[in-house]
């Protein structure tokens, strides 16, 4: 399971392993969903805690947002 975000934390795509569906365990599509977009969520987030410490020249203003 793949999923795509922008610097939102807005899903733009989910590509699911044909292997995956035809295996029928739902539960573990479910999971993998879910670990995906948690995954996904986490990695915007750095990038865009990134963004923010290189336009504001590493001044930590993290607390304001």
Do not use: H, W, Y
């Not at 975000?5 to 993998?32: A, H, T, W």
């Not at 670990?35 to 963004?51: C, D, F, P």
């Amino acid at each position: 399971v793949k999923v795509k975000f922008n610097g939102r934390q807005e899903m733009l795509s989910l590509e699911i392993d044909p292997e995956v569906i035809k295996e029928g365990d739902v539960e573990l599509l479910c999971d993998l969903v879910v670990a995906a977009v948690n995954e996904g969520i986490r990695k915007s987030s750095e990038l865009a805690q990134q963004k923010i410490k290189e336009a504001t020249s590493g001044i930590d203003i993290s607390g304001l947002i």
